[in-house]
């Protein structure tokens, strides 16, 4: 389930509203530097086509590798050079910067690094909740998917009513009844209980 987000900063401060999330759609498999190519290229162009006002920095998480590789993006949108783009890798908190193969180390205790390292964990930790509601969610479908008789409709409502395969399995046969009906209910019930028995 490859996935990537973006947050966005105005004057040091998150701005929430303005996050966004994306599922990887080009790249098979786990491949960091083609996923990181697509995201950056979907993202300004549809700044560009938008018109839209461009960031005064855009921050790569990662090194060399992810920096070239947003990189190519920009040089297709000839945005490169136009926009300051930079990478922040984690290991040793190294800044790079295009065509630089020499990395910069800012002082540990500096406010610009500690910034940077906020921007990056806002990225992971919004990417993480993302990817884990998307795996749960695919795994709750294809669970579902396997019980005879449960369409698309029935799917739709379980999944609105519990949001997760933990809350369907603990409901109680009444109320999976009262959600999708007498038949259906006890058929999910039954379905899930010996499921959970077989382990």
Same mark, same amino acid.
Request: aromatic share 8%; net charge positive; proline share 4%.
């Given at each position: 389930?490859?996935?990537a987000?973006?947050? *966005?900063?105005k %004057?040091?401060?998150? #701005? !929430?509203?303005?996050?966004?999330?994306?599922?990887?759609?080009? &790249?098979? $498999?786990?491949d960091?530097?083609?996923?990181?190519?697509?995201?950056? *290229?979907?993202r %300004?162009d549809?700044? #560009? !086509?938008?018109?839209?006002?461009?960031?005064?920095?855009?921050? &790569?998480? $990662?090194?060399?590798?992810?920096?070239?590789a947003a990189?190519?993006?920009l040089?297709k949108?000839?945005?490169y050079? !136009?926009?300051?783009?930079?990478?922040?890798?984690?290991?040793?908190e190294?800044?790079?910067?295009?065509?630089?193969?020499?990395?910069?180390?800012?002082n540990?205790?500096?406010?610009?690094?500690?910034?940077l390292q906020?921007?990056?964990?806002?990225?992971?930790?919004?990417?993480?909740?993302?990817?884990?509601?998307?795996?749960?969610?695919?795994?709750?479908?294809?669970?579902?998917?396997?019980?005879?008789?449960i369409g698309?409709?029935?799917?739709?409502?379980?999944?609105?009513?519990f949001?997760?395969?933990?809350?369907?399995?603990?409901?109680?046969?009444?109320?999976l009844?009262?959600?999708i009906?007498d038949?259906?209910?006890?058929?999910?019930?039954?379905?899930?209980?010996?499921?959970?028995?077989t382990?």
């Amino acid at each position: 389930h490859p996935t990537a987000s973006m947050v *966005y900063f105005k %004057y040091g401060k998150p #701005l !929430k509203h303005q996050y966004r999330r994306y599922n990887v759609k080009t &790249v098979i $498999g786990p491949d960091d530097f083609s996923s990181m190519t697509e995201i950056i *290229y979907r993202r %300004y162009d549809r700044i #560009l !086509k938008e018109k839209k006002t461009l960031p005064d920095l855009i921050v &790569v998480d $990662g090194g060399k590798g992810q920096l070239s590789a947003a990189c190519i993006s920009l040089k297709k949108l000839d945005l490169y050079g !136009k926009v300051p783009i930079i990478g922040i890798a984690k290991r040793l908190e190294e800044i790079y910067f295009p065509e630089d193969s020499i990395p910069i180390y800012l002082n540990k205790k500096s406010t610009s690094l500690k910034l940077l390292q906020f921007i990056r964990d806002e990225a992971h930790r919004f990417a993480i909740t993302h990817h884990r509601n998307r795996r749960s969610k695919e795994s709750i479908t294809s669970i579902l998917d396997s019980i005879p008789g449960i369409g698309t409709k029935n799917k739709t409502v379980l999944l609105k009513e519990f949001k997760t395969l933990c809350q369907i399995r603990t409901a109680s046969i009444s109320t999976l009844k009262n959600t999708i009906g007498d038949k259906l209910g006890t058929r999910v019930h039954n379905y899930l209980s010996k499921k959970k028995e077989t382990g």
